[in-house]
């Protein structure tokens, strides 16, 4: 089982910043890929950024310059530091693993899902 604790989802303010967590825990490894998706109402979801465990990052074209994707490996946990936020960037966002390897992919999880309202 693989459980996906996020936190550090809130209110704030256009320009500010917020950083979010996702601790992982269970039968988690091998670890593929980690990363962040979000959704806001009456969209799909889509990718905000990932990172593989040889360190590869992604990010969507919306969020690069301003959005800074971050793991710990010691502690099974993924950060992403959210910088010069925008009304644009409200949204649920949810932490993703992908565990197993390129040749053996052997599931996807998700979080629960934070709320990131920016707003005045």
């Known amino acids: 089982q693989v459980q996906l604790v996020e936190s550090g989802g809130g209110l704030v303010q256009p320009g500010g910043s917020l950083r979010l967590s996702c601790a992982a825990s269970g039968n988690i490894f091998p670890i593929y890929v980690m990363g962040w998706y979000r959704q806001a109402p009456g969209k799909e979801r889509e990718l905000v950024a990932s990172t593989t465990g040889g360190g590869t990052t992604n990010y969507a074209g919306s969020v690069k310059g301003r959005f800074t994707i971050s793991r710990d490996n010691a502690k099974n946990t993924v950060y992403l530091q959210m910088n010069s936020l925008k009304p644009e960037d409200t949204a649920i966002y949810y932490c993703?693993?992908?565990?197993?390897?390129?040749?053996?992919?052997?599931?996807?999880?998700w979080g629960q899902g934070t709320q990131v309202t920016v707003s005045s």
């Open positions: 993703h693993l992908r565990r197993g390897t390129p040749a053996s992919l052997s599931g996807d999880y």
